[in-house]
């Protein structure tokens, strides 16, 4: 499974943009991008999933460059809601058994 | 539509004693499960999944085991709980090529 990296956390502001960054060098040709937002004490929850070039939801935008070795999760007008935990996950979601594996995520503070 | 039920929603138990976490999903056959931990402010870490009844793969050698007796039916057991089994539990399930969706969660404290 490819492995990820984002930053450990990101402060904002109610009102800005903001993109959290996802590495994942290894990506492999099947391999699709999923991110995932979680509140404390929550489940995870699905936020958006693309496999290249940029894909829009009514609550992001996913951008991935065309060798999708790195995708932005943008976010636009946060406000104090979105204060959450972000995930990036890649890989298959296949019959054969892949496993939803979760980094260490990005925490986003959105201060007023 | 799909849904997801685990429960208890929050346990205490002492050290030493069984545990048995109940998931169960509703709309869906034949769907991939999973059961991870959540440790304080920290990620998540999947503990087992399956792909089908009696199908049990496990992710990290620990103090507890899982079933899938039935094809929407994941339980999580450990004969003897230990301090470090604290935390917060979530069940999951997902079907090919989609993303996956999470229960509310246990939050079980040890002591």
């Known amino acids: 499974l490819a492995k990820t990296t984002q930053p450990i956390s990101m402060d904002s502001y109610e009102g800005q943009e903001v993109n959290i960054t996802c590495s994942h060098n290894?990506?492999?040709?099947?391999?699709?991008i999923t991110w995932y937002q979680q509140f404390p004490s929550q489940g995870p929850r699905f936020i958006i999933q693309?496999?290249?070039t940029k894909v829009t939801n009514e609550v992001a935008s996913l951008f991935i460059p065309a060798d999708r070795k790195s995708s932005t999760l943008s976010l636009p007008r946060v406000s104090l809601s979105d204060t959450a935990v972000y995930y990036c996950l890649v890989g298959v979601n296949n019959n054969a058994g892949n496993m939803l594996t979760f980094g260490g995520g990005t925490r986003l503070m959105v201060k007023p | 539509s799909q849904t997801i039920h685990q429960w208890p929603a929050t346990l205490v138990q002492p050290v030493g004693s069984p545990l048995s976490l109940e998931c169960t999903v509703e709309?869906?056959?034949?769907?991939?499960l999973y059961w991870y931990r959540q440790a304080a402010g920290r990620g998540l870490q999947l503990l087992f999944y399956s792909v089908g009844i009696g199908q049990i793969s496990s992710e990290v050698p620990q103090n507890l085991s899982a079933s899938r007796p039935q094809d929407r039916q994941f339980i999580l057991s450990s004969k003897k709980l230990l301090l470090s089994d604290s935390g917060f539990y979530l069940c999951?399930?997902?079907?090919?090529?989609?993303?996956?969706?999470f229960g509310q969660g246990t939050r079980l404290t040890v002591v």
């Open positions: 290894n990506i492999a040709t099947n391999d699709y």
């Open positions: 999951a399930w997902s079907v090919r090529g989609r993303e996956a969706f």
């Open positions: 693309g496999y290249k």
């Open positions: 709309g869906t056959s034949n769907p991939n």
